[in-house]
């Protein structure tokens, strides 16, 4: 029997060795810190500091999600930032799909000592997407993208429906954060699913396109959807973050683990 959903932020303190490190984590659109959850908590037990907030207008209605504003899922992410920076030397941020795309921001605007993202969201292929800033005030919302998972049994908790007005606040996001991508200097490591049925390569190539200072790593994965951090590759997403994070605090080579799987930003 699947649990029900835990929509509650996560935050714990640094128990490690070592250099203070924290790491930000953040879910994506629709969804709730439930599908990040056990990846918050492998970052804890691996002595991290984390924090892991609700985003406004989510774990609550869609009704509520189409109230509120892009800049308010980004705020609710940077003040994160500046909470662990109060603590830690160092600060390191971490994102599944829109997630990826708030981590990314941080990136663009604090210095970070890298970003992890899995299946990161930055284009909107909807053909309707231009158009939703009129379609908001006659279609209120559309099916849900939620559940995007290979493995059987498992709900990520994400809305049932899917507002056009905060999506018409996500393409306004992905925009704005698109034109940052430059400013990012910090090592980026992404886990990309080879079959996604959310989050398309337009996605990855406007990534590659605009990372023009920063090393990119990305990480093939075959046994997983969109919602990563809930399939079947999760293990590997949760050992590797873990591991690319600390490399980048001790200065060493991150990914070197995995160069057989590297796709680099060149290909």
């Known amino acids: 029997m699947t649990a029900l959903p835990d929509h509650t932020p996560f935050s714990s303190p640094f128990t490690g060795t070592g250099p203070r490190t924290g790491v930000v984590v953040s879910h994506g659109f629709t969804g709730s810190p439930h599908g990040v959850r056990d990846w918050a908590r492998s970052l804890a037990d691996a002595g ?8 406004p207008g989510h774990g609550t209605s869609w009704q509520e999600l189409a109230r509120t504003h892009w800049r308010d899922w980004a705020a609710a992410i940077d003040a994160a930032y500046v909470e662990l920076a109060g603590e830690c030397e160092h600060v390191a941020v971490a994102g599944l ?8 921001r941080v990136a663009a605007t604090r210095p970070v000592a890298g970003a992890v993202l899995v299946n990161p969201g930055l284009v909107i292929d909807d053909p309707r997407a231009p158009l939703a800033g009129i379609l908001r005030y006659v279609l209120k919302s559309t099916p849900a993208i939620a559940n995007d998972i290979l493995k059987e049994g498992i709900d990520e908790g994400a809305y049932p429906r899917t507002p056009v007005a905060a999506a018409y606040e996500l393409n306004k996001l992905f925009k704005d954060t698109r034109r940052l991508l430059p400013r ?25 396109r605009g990372l023009t200072r920063a090393p990119l790593e990305v990480i093939r994965l075959e046994n997983s959807y969109h919602v990563a951090t809930m399939d079947n590759d999760a293990p590997e997403i949760f050992r590797g973050s873990a591991e690319f994070i600390r490399s980048l605090v001790a200065g060493g080579t991150p990914g070197a683990a995995h160069a057989s799987q590297k796709d680099t930003a060149d290909d």
Do not use: C, K, N, Q
């Open 184 to 208: 990012i200097s910090a090592p980026v490591r992404v886990y990309r699913s080879t079959v996604d049925h959310v989050v398309s390569e337009t996605s990855m190539e406007a990534l590659r």
């Open 48 to 55: 991290f500091a984390v924090r892991m907030p609700l985003l």
């Open 97 to 104: 799909s829109m997630g990826g795309a708030l981590a990314l």
